[in-house]
């Protein structure tokens, strides 16, 4: 987590995992906005046009394994969840288990990041995401897809500002203090 006030000194690891930390961040953005692009029918449960076969569902989840393998936070056990969240979905995903139930575990990690980057950087509307990600599973579930494009609208654009403001910070700022991790 950040201590901007702090700069650590970083290797290359800590700079690669900060690095692929980011595209994560990127690549959900990317893909959320493209799945609230698409036609509700593509993104339909059960429907012809399968998620399964839709680029952006498995760049969601690709996305998903880079902050979970990447995510930067002090506490165990909450790093723990987060990042078991991610590895639950990419389980899931691998299993074809339900669209909803394998993108409810993604959107567990990134409601995790809205939040710990929330604490840590203050951007505009990262507080709202997990809400918004929340309601998201819902209507996931209950075929109510025009209000599931809105959020994943939402989403997208504020996960996409967040990734903006990252990319224009130093890399130490996403590790802080390296002797705070637990471990």
């Known amino acids: 987590m950040a201590n901007p006030e702090y700069q650590e000194e970083l290797d290359r690891t800590d700079k690669l995992s900060v690095c692929l930390y980011r595209v994560g961040i990127s690549l959900f953005s990317l893909a959320s906005l493209v799945l609230a692009a698409l036609s509700y029918e593509a993104i339909a449960i059960g429907s012809k046009g ?3 076969e839709l680029p952006a569902y498995w760049s969601m989840l690709i ?3 880079l902050c979970a ?3 930067h936070i002090y506490d165990k056990k909450i790093r723990m969840v987060i990042a078991w969240s991610g590895w639950i979905s990419i389980l899931l995903a691998s299993m074809l288990s339900p669209v909803w139930l394998t993108l409810g575990f993604s959107f567990i990690t990134f409601s995790g990041i809205a939040l ?3 604490f840590c950087f203050k951007v505009p509307g990262l507080k709202l995401v997990p809400v918004c990600l929340v309601i998201a599973v819902l209507c996931m579930m209950l075929s109510k897809l025009l209000v599931l494009s809105a959020l994943l609208l939402v989403v997208g ?3 996409g500002f967040l990734s903006v ?6 890399l130490h700022f996403d590790i802080g ?3 705070n991790y637990q471990i």
């Open 165 to 170: 403001k990252k990319w224009q910070m130093p």
């Open 177 to 179: 203090i390296k002797a």
């Open 157 to 159: 654009l504020v996960m």
């Open 50 to 52: 399968s998620p399964y």
């Open 69 to 71: 393998a990447n995510i």
């Open 116 to 118: 710990k980057e929330s």
């Open 63 to 65: 996305a998903t394994a």
